[in-house]
Every structure is written in C-alpha cells, then in structure tokens.
C-alpha cells in the first residue's frame, strides 16, 4: 500500500513537471488548458483511469484544476506558490477566489461575487482585501463597466474586451497617447512616401543691370560737359566700378541649393504598409501596450476617414508594359494585317486579350462573321 501510494506520488510529480513545462513553452503560457489526449501523450499514465487518478492527485494538492470548456473537461496549473497560499485558505476565501479564477481573463464583478457566493457585501470586501494582500487576485478597470470594480488572478494579463485595446489606459480611451501616436506614425508614413533632393535654383540677379544686388550704380560727370541750372550735366558716363552690360553677360552665374521634397518614380515599392508601422513602433518601444497589426490596420483606417493619410495600391502610379506580343499579335503580323508600328505600340492588360488588339475588331457583333463564340484566338491565349 504504502509502495502505491509512493509510486502515485512520483507519477503525479512527474506529470506536473511535464505539464510545467509544456505550458511555459506555449503561447498562452500559465493560462494554458490542457486536455485529456495531450496529457496521455506524455506517456506517464499508461491509462485514461491511472491519468485522472494522477489529476485527482494534484488536484487535492491545489497544483491542477478541472474546467469545463466547450462540453470537454481540460486541467489547468496552478504554481506551487499559489496552491500553498489557497491551502491556508478558509472555505469562503477559497469560494471567492474559485469563482474570480473561473472567469479567466474576463474578470469577476463584486456584484457579480456577490451573487454567485451569497455571502454579506461587507464579507465579500473583507476577503477580496486579503485575496489581493496575498497576491492572488488584483483589480482592474472594466470598460464596460468603470465605476464596478473587476477582479483578475494576480498572474493574469486581462482581455482586451476588459480593458481594451493598446490606445486604452487604465480602462480609459487615452486620447494623449491616441494624438501622439498618429503623428510618429503620420511622420514616419511621410519620411517614407517622398524623396528627398537637393536642387540647384538660379540666384536672382539685382534690379539695377548696371550693379550688383543692393549696390547703386555709381554715376561721374565728365569733366567740361555743359550743366544744368540745378548743376547736373547733360552728359554723364558710368564709373568702371559700376561695370558693364557686357562684362554683366560674362559673370558666372551662381546658384542656391534648396532641399525639396519629389515624388518617388512609378511603381516605387517601398510605401509603408500596416506591417512596416507595427514595426517601426514595436522597435521604437513607444507604446508599451500589447500591440498587433490588427490594431495597426484599425488605426491607420481612423486616419485614412480623417483624410490625414491616403491609402494607395499595389503599383501605385503604374501602369507597366506586356512585353512581348501575343500569339494573336504575330500571327497578325506573319498575315501582314498588321505594321511593324503596330508591334511598337506599348501593350498592357487589356491589349494582351485577344479583343483588345484584334485586327478585325471593328467587324466583331454577334451572330456576324466574326464573333467571340468562334474567334479563333481566344484558345491560343488561354492556353498561353
């Protein structure tokens, strides 16, 4: 007997340990369910009747308990941390806490405890205190519901349906962050939707032709010319240093150079996609948040309806040449009903069809000698 009881012992230990480790290596990690046919995989209970017997085992230890999920029952884990905090644990300490952990990443609502254990509100509050002094439970902020308080496993992260998606805080829309974030990302979508060049621009030249900017052309009076009354001459010539209309077509004309911004050419592949901004702010490490593309593609659709971005295709300001004629395209030419110059012609899409290029198109109708019932060229190209 007591040989048994060891040996169930070490079995139950052993498939504790698998389960461990089966549950850090998955994505849901401590939420991790586990059903019947995975733990008989580990090989440990020869059995179904030995496997639940090493459930019931952990079971009563607080390790592992039993949940019901879509009509199917799986096991959960518990850390050895907690199972020994709950077998301290009075009966309604542990009602209370066993319906919080029944609700996953839901949460529990105190009303919601309320009725599900039918103990006093002033109870409910006294051990919900001692849950969370504990670290067995803590408090979040419901969405739904802000002003009810919502009550989690400590070494649970809740859903977004609780606490909503990254652009939330504390169970708030956070309309700063929201702000902030579309303009690193409206930044980031300019720095990559245009080039950047340096251009040479012309620098202007001064309004007087006979002096550079802002200098006056200087003006002498020759010597013995006859003068005005007011003492100004008839006759006056421009001082060298003024320079002249021919040495003025002889200076080396000068330029600035202006940083502008120019559209990328045609059918650029290089214009940000919700995957290259998820990214670009998972790098960053800007929003602490758990982010997804998703919640990329939802945000950049809010901008694309404030007209702040524009949503464009694939080949973008594009329309690319077939090259190569068609089957139809050189027989046309073999039969000489079509030039050279018709070779030349750039093809696309709808030239490469049989219609858009046919020789005798203009003749084409239905029930007429030429229809597309029993146009010959259609098999020649869906066979290409």
Not at 290 to 295: A, I, K, M, N, T
């Amino acid at each position: 007997m007591v040989k048994t009881e060891v040996k169930l012992e070490e079995q139950s230990e052993a498939l504790y340990e698998q389960m461990t480790i089966a549950s850090n290596a998955s994505d849901e990690g401590k939420a991790k369910n586990f059903t019947q046919e995975e733990l008989m995989n580990t090989g440990i209970a020869p059995d179904k009747d030995t496997l639940m017997l090493l459930l019931q085992n952990l079971s009563n230890s607080y390790l592992v308990r039993f949940l019901g999920l879509e009509g199917k029952t799986v096991f959960a884990l518990r850390t050895r941390v907690v199972a020994e905090k709950l077998r301290k644990l009075t009966k309604d300490e542990s009602m209370v806490y066993t319906h919080i952990e029944m609700q996953g990443l839901g949460g529990a609502w105190t009303r919601y405890l309320k009725l599900k254990t039918n103990l006093a509100p002033n109870l409910i509050t006294k051990i919900l205190k001692k849950l969370e002094s504990l670290d067995l439970v803590k408090t979040v902020k419901n969405i739904k519901a802000p002003t009810q308080k919502s009550y989690i496993l400590s070494h649970l992260a809740p859903g977004e349906d609780v606490v909503g998606g990254p652009w939330h805080s504390d169970g708030e829309l956070d309309s700063e962050m929201i702000g902030i974030s579309a303009n690193v990302i409206i930044k980031y979508v300019e720095s990559r939707s245009w080039d950047h060049k340096t251009i040479k621009v012309e620098r202007q030249r001064s309004v007087s032709p006979m002096a550079p900017l802002g200098e006056p052309a200087h003006i002498k009076q020759e010597p013995g010319s006859p003068t005005r009354i007011n003492g100004t001459s008839h006759k006056r010539k421009r001082d060298a240093d003024g320079g002249d209309i021919e040495d003025l077509a002889k200076r080396k004309k000068k330029y600035d150079r202006i940083d502008v911004q120019v559209a990328f050419p045609p059918g650029h592949p290089s214009y940000p996609t919700a995957s290259d901004i998820f990214e670009m702010l998972s790098n960053s490490g800007f929003i602490k948040n758990h982010l997804q593309v998703d919640d990329i593609q939802s945000f950049m659709e809010m901008l694309v309806m404030d007209e702040r971005v524009e949503r464009i295709g694939s080949g973008y300001r594009t329309i690319r040449g077939i090259k190569g004629g068609t089957k139809m395209m050189q027989n046309g030419l073999q039969d000489g009903l079509l030039s050279t110059d018709d070779q030349e012609l750039e093809e696309n899409g709808l030239t490469q069809a049989p219609c858009g290029r046919c020789p005798v198109f203009d003749l084409c109708e239905e029930g007429g000698p030429v229809n597309a019932r029993n146009c010959e060229y259609f098999p020649i190209w869906l066979a290409a």
